[in-house]
Each structure stands twice: as structure tokens, then as C-alpha cells.
């Protein structure tokens, strides 16, 4: 049985060699776009924006949001139609920048996923929900970006251990019975032992068969899970092209290079 896949853009996350997705960090349109550009000299095909660092000077969450959506036109322009992007607010309880309640999460998310303001439908490709989030604001999230045609990476995180290899297999299985195109997860090791967790864990998951996945072992005890992403079944990791935007991530190029070396 051939493993399901997701596609944007052309891109099919679960065949063949892994994305390397990279993060737009930048705290104003100017330094969002600048950094949209420098990744653009990668390989890179999937960029992730991280609307919790974007324009922290903006307390208010509707404030916040209008900044976001009008920043969105020229962002999906200076990545050109062969990139994807992702939109992410990383919550402060899941390594973020800013704290947001669930319903401004799920306006924001729904706001991006339906295109309002951003002139075109398809600006958004694929959309993250942290799944512990309130139940109801996932369902309603990822409900509207299946209308939309828009992909959903449904994610976990641990800043601080890495959970039992049982428990990190039940998570990516939970995390697509919810309707995630792409479960993941995103642990923290305290030891060697914890990054074999994560990848045993992958591969587990990859075994299903059911579709793609990402896991990642975070910091620089973690840092070979994510050029081993291939081999352990991840369908992609994240890279950095200057200011990252978690710990132990590695540049771009690197992680490209290393990919290409370590296939299986």
C-alpha cells in the first residue's frame, strides 16, 4: 500500500526526500519580507510564517490580526507561486512569543485560511493548530481550511521532556482523527535515549501508512532528528536561514545538503 500524501503547491509532503521548511521571524512587514527573500536563495520550498513574532508592539489581538492581514499580499507575492506557506501562532505555553486566548486564535487562523483582505484564496497554504487547544476552535479551524482547500499541520509540543514512545504515537494518531492532513510533534530530550524515543516513534507512525507526519527532537541533543528525518519517516523538518525560531535548529542549506547525503 502506497503511503497517503498531502500537496501544495505542486509539493507532496510524504514522498520521496523531506521539506525543509524555513520560519519568517521578522517583527515588521519590512523584516518579514527581507527574510521572506534571503530564504527564497534556498532550497527551501515551504516557509513558515510565525505570526506571534510579527509586530509585537501590537497588544491588541485585533490590532494584531488587521496588521497580519494586510501584511499578507505582499508576503504571498515575494514568495512567488512555486513556495508554499504556513501560518503558525505559537502559543507562550508552546515556546512562542505572545500568549492568545483560543477564540482569537481561531478568528485569526479562520481570518487567513478564508483570504479576507488578502486578495486571493489560495495566500495561505497550509495552516497550524495547536491541538490541545479548545476542542471546539480546532474542530472549527480545521473545518474551514478543508473548505478552503487549505492543509492542516495539527501540532504538540514539549518544552520540557520527551513523553513515553507510546504516548507520541497515540498523539500523531489522535492528532489525525481530528482531521490533521499532517500531525506533529515536537518534543524536548533530556538524554540520547529521548531522541531514539522521538524517531522510534516516528517510524511507528510512518508504519500506518496513513499520511504524513513531522517529528522533531528540539535542541542540540535533538539536532540529528532532524536530517534523519527521511529514514524515521518524518515528511519534513524545519531550518533556519539567520534568526531561527526554536532551538537547535540548523541553516537551510545545511540541512538540505545533509538530506541529499543521509537518503536511505
Same mark, same amino acid.
Given at each position: 500500500?502506497?503511503?497517503?500524501?498531502?500537496?501544495?503547491?505542486?509539493?507532496?509532503?510524504?514522498?520521496?526526500?523531506? @521539506?525543509?521548511?524555513?520560519?519568517?521571524?521578522?517583527?515588521? @512587514?519590512?523584516? *518579514?519580507?527581507?527574510?521572506?527573500?534571503?530564504?527564497?536563495?534556498?532550497?527551501?520550498? &515551504?516557509?513558515?510564517?510565525?505570526l506571534?513574532?510579527?509586530?509585537?508592539? *501590537? @497588544?491588541?489581538?485585533?490590532e494584531?490580526?488587521?496588521?497580519?492581514?494586510?501584511?499578507?499580499?505582499?508576503?504571498? =507575492?515575494?514568495?512567488?507561486?512555486?513556495?508554499?506557506?504556513?501560518?503558525?501562532?505559537?502559543?507562550?505555553?508552546?515556546? =512562542?512569543?505572545?500568549p492568545i486566548?483560543d477564540?482569537?486564535?481561531?478568528s485569526?487562523?479562520?481570518?487567513?485560511?478564508?483570504?479576507?483582505?488578502?486578495?486571493?484564496?489560495?495566500?495561505?497554504?497550509?495552516?497550524d &493548530?495547536?491541538?490541545?487547544?479548545?476542542?471546539?476552535?480546532?474542530?472549527?479551524?480545521?473545518?474551514?481550511?478543508?473548505?478552503?482547500?487549505?492543509?492542516v499541520? =495539527?501540532?504538540?509540543?514539549?518544552?520540557?521532556?520527551t513523553?513515553?514512545e507510546?504516548?507520541?504515537?497515540?498523539?500523531?494518531?489522535?492528532?489525525?482523527?481530528?482531521?490533521?492532513?499532517?500531525?506533529?510533534?515536537?518534543?524536548t530530550?533530556?538524554?540520547?535515549?529521548?531522541?531514539?524515543?522521538?524517531?522510534?516513534?516516528?517510524?511507528?507512525?510512518?508504519?500506518?501508512?496513513?499520511?504524513?507526519?513531522?517529528?522533531?527532537?528540539?535542541g542540540?541533543?535533538?539536532?540529528?532528528?532532524?536530517?534523519?528525518?527521511?529514514?524515521? =519517516?518524518?515528511?519534513?523538518?524545519?531550518?533556519?536561514?539567520?534568526?531561527g525560531?526554536?532551538?537547535?535548529?540548523?541553516?537551510?542549506?545545511?540541512?538540505?545538503?545533509?538530506?541529499?547525503?543521509?537518503?536511505?
Amino acid at each position: 500500500m502506497r503511503r497517503r500524501t498531502a500537496t501544495v503547491r505542486g509539493i507532496e509532503l510524504g514522498r520521496a526526500r523531506p @521539506e525543509v521548511i524555513v520560519p519568517l521571524v521578522g517583527a515588521d @512587514e519590512e523584516d *518579514l519580507l527581507a527574510q521572506a527573500e534571503a530564504a527564497g536563495g534556498t532550497r527551501a520550498r &515551504i516557509l513558515e510564517w510565525r505570526l506571534d513574532r510579527f509586530r509585537p508592539d *501590537l @497588544e491588541d489581538v485585533g490590532e494584531h490580526r488587521e496588521a497580519v492581514l494586510a501584511a499578507l499580499p505582499a508576503l504571498r =507575492g515575494q514568495l512567488g507561486p512555486d513556495r508554499a506557506l504556513l501560518a503558525t501562532f505559537r502559543t507562550a505555553a508552546e515556546g =512562542g512569543a505572545r500568549p492568545i486566548a483560543d477564540r482569537d486564535l481561531g478568528s485569526l487562523l479562520e481570518a487567513l485560511i478564508t483570504g479576507r483582505r488578502a486578495g486571493t484564496q489560495s495566500a495561505v497554504d497550509l495552516i497550524d &493548530i495547536e491541538t490541545s487547544r479548545d476542542e471546539r476552535v480546532v474542530a472549527r479551524v480545521i473545518a474551514a481550511a478543508h473548505r478552503h482547500g487549505t492543509v492542516v499541520v =495539527g501540532s504538540f509540543h514539549d518544552m520540557d521532556t520527551t513523553p513515553p514512545e507510546s504516548e507520541l504515537v497515540e498523539i500523531l494518531r489522535s492528532q489525525r482523527l481530528l482531521g490533521a492532513d499532517v500531525p506533529k510533534i515536537a518534543v524536548t530530550p533530556r538524554s540520547p535515549r529521548d531522541v531514539l524515543t522521538l524517531l522510534s516513534a516516528s517510524l511507528t507512525a510512518a508504519e500506518d501508512l496513513s499520511g504524513p507526519h513531522i517529528a522533531i527532537s528540539m535542541g542540540p541533543l535533538g539536532a540529528s532528528s532532524r536530517v534523519a528525518a527521511e529514514t524515521f =519517516g518524518s515528511a519534513a523538518t524545519f531550518a533556519s536561514v539567520g534568526e531561527g525560531s526554536a532551538p537547535g535548529q540548523l541553516r537551510a542549506e545545511d540541512v538540505a545538503g545533509m538530506l541529499e547525503l543521509l537518503r536511505p
